[in-house]
């Protein structure tokens, strides 16, 4: 079992759709967690943090249930320039710096 | 402020050859790490770094591969000799303690 799991996808959605994408992972002593962007071609960057009370950032809503060990990330009013592919992230040691990348969601969003 | 530099930007060699991947930190991270990106396998850590120490290096796939240090600005990931089942995108990326990582660009590898 790998320790991030995701839906590879792809989810092809038109312009303005709500999406949601979700994620397992199997370590219940992570403490962090995250969401990375990763544009074709490019290098992952930092979409948001994940906080245990849950967390908005502009269109973008981050969960996460300790309990099941399940992230989730929301992304309303979905823009053409939101096509990527979002990584789920987990912290995988105690210090918090070793991460442990899920396989990534891909999102095609069209006209 | 530069983000994390790799060097070279793509790469092509023939099988058997020695490869070395180069990076540059951002400048004040302690932490150092090197992933590989194949469609396969997505991303995965291959070593990371503290303070120029190697801290975790399970994730190196074989002797074929090394990892250096030497000091707090420069890191080097070398493959010899090299397979064609080594082609994929080598990732650096540095943080701060308890911080956020940020990815150098990335070196896309292809031996033939």
């Known amino acids: 079992r790998k320790e991030v799991e995701q839906d590879p996808g792809p989810f092809n959605v038109p312009e303005g759709a709500t999406v949601a994408f979700n994620c397992t992972y199997s370590?219940?002593?992570?403490?962090?967690f995250f969401w990375y962007r990763q544009d074709c071609r490019k290098e992952p960057k930092l979409l948001m943090s994940?906080?245990?009370s849950g967390n908005e950032d502009g269109r973008f809503t981050a969960q996460l249930n300790r309990a099941s060990q399940y992230i989730s990330l929301l992304i309303r009013d979905s823009k053409l320039s939101d096509s990527a592919t979002y990584l789920c992230?987990?912290?995988?040691?105690?210090?918090?710096?070793?991460?442990?990348f899920g396989g990534g969601t891909r999102l095609m969003v069209k006209p | 402020d530069a983000g994390v530099i790799q060097s070279p930007r793509h790469e092509v060699t023939e099988m058997g050859q020695e490869v070395t991947l180069r990076c540059k930190p951002i400048?004040?991270?302690?932490?150092l790490f090197w992933y590989r990106q194949t469609m396969m396998r997505g991303l995965e850590l291959l070593i990371y770094?503290?303070?120029?120490?190697?801290?975790?290096d399970s994730g190196m796939p074989e002797d074929r591969f090394s990892a250096k240090m030497p000091n707090a600005s420069f890191s080097t990931l070398k493959i010899q000799p090299s397979e064609p089942r080594d082609s994929a995108v080598y990732f650096c990326?540095?943080?701060?303690?308890?911080?956020?990582?940020?990815f150098g660009p990335g070196t896309r590898l292809l031996v033939l």
């Open positions: 990326a540095s943080s701060k303690f308890g911080e956020t990582q940020y």
């Open positions: 370590n219940s002593a992570s403490q962090s």
């Open positions: 994940v906080y245990s």
């Open positions: 992230v987990v912290n995988g040691d105690n210090a918090g710096n070793m991460l442990t």
């Open positions: 400048s004040g991270h302690d932490y």
């Open positions: 770094f503290n303070n120029n120490v190697p801290i975790d």
